[in-house]
């Protein structure tokens, strides 16, 4: 049973450029949520999707965003990247919007 | 406003001793707790979780205690294995229509051989 994966591990850009990082729940999962884990830090909540829609989101700006597929995977993009920016990007699937949210290995991204 | 904080930042225990690591929370709507495992490099990976209807719960070597009335989550583990060794997050729900998950700045347990 496949767990969540992420893709790609690691990702360098420069300031201003734009990045796409995807996520595969785990097998029967339907929720997807994004997290951005800064170095030495808890992982902070970026939004949630469910049902291909985005059900909640933290304290972000519009320069991210998101997307769920049918297939229940999903995709976080930043826009205008910041040195800020650098961080590990996590995402996590449970069933439904109240259940326990599994998290994949993350993508390292570093922004120069 | 929300938190999650942990009192120890560091803990250091000799292989074989039990291992306690607590966490604070400020958000009394929150039902539900989790403590996640992380190690260099990893993604959170789930130990174990309590609902606000219990105040004790079981796994595999670990246990996880819960008490509302001064809002506090322990996460004991017991005969403590180098394997141990990694940051641990406690995580609460924030209580609303979604699962979203507010995370303290973690415990980094050190086990020494």
């Known amino acids: 049973d496949a767990g969540v994966t992420q893709s790609p591990t690691h990702l360098i850009k420069t300031r201003g450029q734009q990045v796409t990082l995807r996520c595969s729940p785990k097998s029967g999962h339907d929720t997807v949520s994004w997290y951005q884990q800064a170095l030495g830090q808890g992982p902070q909540f970026i939004f949630q999707?469910?049902?291909?829609?985005?059900?909640q989101r933290g304290n972000f700006p519009d320069r991210f965003s998101g997307h769920q597929f049918p297939n229940y995977s999903s995709e976080l993009n930043v826009n205008a990247l910041l040195l800020g920016d650098s961080a590990l990007y996590l995402c996590?699937?449970?069933?439904?919007?109240?259940?326990?949210?599994?998290f994949g290995p993350g993508t390292r991204l570093l922004v120069l | 406003g929300e938190s999650v904080g942990l009192h120890l930042p560091t803990l250091s225990v000799q292989e074989g001793d039990n291992s306690i690591i607590n966490c604070a929370y400020s958000?009394?709507?929150?039902?539900?707790f989790i403590w996640y495992k992380q190690e260099s490099g990893k993604g959170p990976q789930f130990i174990i979780d309590i609902r606000s209807n219990m105040d004790k719960r079981q796994g595999q070597r670990v246990t996880v205690l819960l008490n509302k009335t001064v809002k506090h989550l322990s996460l004991q583990i017991a005969a403590t294995q180098p394997g141990d060794s990694a940051v641990y997050f406690c995580a609460e729900n924030d209580g609303g229509a979604t699962n979203k998950l507010i995370f303290g700045t973690g415990t980094l347990l050190a086990v020494q051989p």
């Open positions: 996590a699937s449970g069933v439904g919007a109240r259940e326990t949210q599994y």
């Open positions: 999707y469910y049902e291909e829609e985005e059900r």
């Open positions: 958000n009394s709507a929150s039902d539900y």
